[in-house]
């Protein structure tokens, strides 16, 4: 299993975790509610994991212009 790291703005990943001995609880995940579960984490049918975070770049151009955030894909 592979937990994969990707921004949900600009797509780019971010990072990967190829182990499969990690649990939920070790990553953070049970500390989400069940809405910010739905919402940042998908389930791939191979049994891999995408966890959809924010990347610096676009944390930054987010913070410095607040108005992105009405567009369906601010910095695609």
Do not use: W
């Not at 070790?26 to 809405?35: M, S, Y």
């Not at 940042?40 to 049994?47: E, L, V």
């Amino acid at each position: 299993m592979a937990v994969n790291y990707v921004c949900r703005h600009c797509k780019t990943a971010m990072g990967s975790i190829n182990n499969d001995h990690i649990s939920e609880m070790q990553l953070g995940f049970h500390f989400l509610t069940p809405e910010e579960r739905s919402d940042i984490i998908a389930y791939n049918p191979n049994g891999d994991v995408t966890v959809n975070v924010v990347c610096d770049y676009c944390r930054e151009a987010i913070e410095n212009n607040p108005e992105l955030l009405l567009v369906a894909n601010p910095l695609q």
